[in-house]
């Protein structure tokens, strides 16, 4: 904890949880579709985000965070008009989660070429979020740190080719967090590797190129 | 390093190194944050800016809430101060309960504000120090720190009880905004070290047990206008501490004391809108005009 958690964040009311957190959710899948625009969003609120968001904003914040602007953006008011400009087509789906965090949303993005991904997160207080489910496989972080997350199947040796490639040619890159999980023994698996400082832009193509990994993203520090 | 886990802690190390609370938290963050002083210096500049950006846009008169149950309270207040020589209070007070009201309005309308320590509560800080920025003369440089003191002071309460009323009830919210703001107001008007605590643990004291029920669970009613009574017992605090009229509990206990009330409030008075205000008749009424049956 530092002064500026005291102090800030700088944010669009009225709520940390129901706002804030929102927007941050939002980013995650920003940031997922590599700030491309979606043609087609689907809102899932549950719990109190379902009870109470029309009046905390938390659609608008939502759709502002997928769009890219921050917790402190001016837009988020406006963000249904800067949406329906921006020919997003989006729906809010009032639905319980089950065994969901209380304030959970899920937002499933499908881009112009078709392509189509979620991302299931939680507020859990302070403007903080826990992202849970990134396409329906559990991770777990919060958005602090730099995030890689790396899809693959589940062989063995993998996780040792994406370290040693950091250790060996990303040689200042250190690790905060690992999480690790995966669909059933041989199937689908994500690793999510929290970074303390910037990984460059290369690291991504260079995992992309490990065998057995099938995609690799890079979540900044939202 | 400070560990942020007493109130003594800060006073002792302030008072030893014969440095105002505000210098050493801000060599200590830039040591901890691994930034320059004059970086964490900036950061917090700007937040002043934008306090002083919320207080502009909440006195406007046409602010409503999302909900429309609520707007408009900073510029009715500032009417009444105006045309009324300022009211019972005298028109420096009046004018900060004016300003309060118009950062925690803005919050309500989704504007722009500065969690001090949260948005619920967020209209106390900028209502003491915008105040005494605008009225008094004060130079920017020395409010700017001030809020350094407040933060830490926040930080010792975040760690030993807590900020958040679904944890604590309001008494976490507003009534840390308020020991914040009294500690920063003290430090302002030249006062110790030990004053800083004297006035951060009469405001805690006068605060607790307070609930949190928000009406609809919506940060408006009441929240809007305890941000009011919490800028009051910040003044006040911060008064009888410089007076020497001090508290007969240490500031650590009264922390510790808000902790053990905090954890005794059962949950339909932490934020959860299943009671006081939220489940009276009238709450319930709103609550229905907003979110249907």
């Given amino acids: ?222 | 390093m400070l560990k942020y886990q007493s109130i003594q802690e800060l006073v002792s190390a302030a008072e030893e190194r014969g440095l105002k609370i505000s210098e050493l938290v801000l060599r200590d963050q830039a040591e901890a944050m691994d930034q320059t002083q004059e970086a964490l210096y900036e950061r917090m500049r700007k937040s002043f800016e934008v306090m002083r950006e919320s207080v502009a846009a909440g006195q406007k008169r046409e602010l409503r809430s999302m909900s429309g149950l609520t707007g408009g309270e900073g510029w009715r207040m500032k009417q009444y101060t105006e045309s009324h020589n300022g009211g019972l209070c005298g028109s420096f007070l009046s004018g900060a309960i004016a300003r309060a009201l118009a950062v925690a309005g803005c919050n309500a309308s989704m504007g722009r504000i500065v969690a001090a320590p949260t948005a619920g509560s967020c209209g106390i800080l900028p209502g003491c120090l915008v105040s005494l920025y605008e009225e008094r003369g004060m130079a920017e440089r020395d409010i700017v720190m001030s809020i350094f003191t407040a933060g830490a002071f926040g930080m010792v309460i975040a760690a030993k009880a807590s900020i958040a009323g679904a944890e604590g009830g309001c008494q976490a919210e507003c009534g840390s905004a308020a020991a914040m703001a009294a500690a920063a107001l003290v430090e302002l008007m030249g006062g110790t070290p030990t004053q800083c605590a004297d006035a951060c643990a009469i405001a805690v004291a006068n605060q607790l047990g307070l609930v949190c029920d928000p009406v609809a669970g919506l940060v408006e009613i009441p929240c809007i206008k305890r941000n009011v009574s919490g800028l009051m017992i910040a003044f006040s605090s911060a008064d009888l501490a410089l007076a020497g009229v001090g508290p007969k509990i240490p500031a650590d206990e009264c922390v510790d004391a808000m902790r053990e009330v905090g954890n005794a409030l059962p949950a339909a008075l932490r934020e959860t809108a299943g009671g006081g205000l939220a489940a009276t008749p009238t709450g319930q009424k709103l609550r229905e005009q907003v979110f249907g049956k």
């Avoid at chain 1, 944010?11 to 959710?25: K, L, Q, Y």
């Avoid at chain 1, 980013?27 to 109190?48: F, Y």
């Avoid at chain 1, 777990?140 to 997350?149: A, M, P």
């Avoid at chain 1, 690790?175 to 929290?194: D, K, P, V, Y």
């Fill in chain 1, 1 to 222: 904890m530092n002064v500026f958690d005291i102090i800030g964040p700088v944010m669009i009311g009225p709520s940390s949880s129901h706002t804030a957190g929102a927007v941050r959710i939002g980013r995650v899948v920003n940031k997922l579709m590599d700030g491309q625009t979606p043609a087609k969003l689907e809102l899932i609120l549950s719990g109190s985000f379902a009870q109470t968001y029309r009046g905390h904003g938390t659609d608008r914040a939502l759709l502002a965070g997928v769009m890219g602007f921050h917790s402190y953006s001016e837009e988020i008011r406006d963000a249904l008009r800067i949406a329906d400009r921006r020919g997003i087509r989006y729906e809010f789906v009032k639905r319980d989660l089950p065994g969901a965090h209380p304030n959970t949303a899920r937002i499933v993005y499908t881009l112009a070429d078709g392509s189509s991904g979620s991302v299931q997160a939680a507020s859990v207080g302070g403007g903080n979020i826990r992202v849970d489910l990134i396409n329906d496989m559990h991770v777990d972080f919060s958005g602090d740190s730099n995030t890689l997350l790396v899809m693959h199947l589940d062989r063995p040796g993998v996780i040792a080719a994406v370290t040693n490639l950091m250790r060996e040619e990303y040689a200042d890159l250190n690790i905060c967090n690992f999480h690790l999980s995966r669909e059933q023994r041989g199937g689908n698996a994500i690793m999510t590797i929290e970074i303390d400082n910037m990984p460059p832009a290369e690291l991504i193509g260079d995992i992309r190129k490990l065998e057995h990994v099938t995609n690799a993203l890079l979540i900044r520090r939202l």
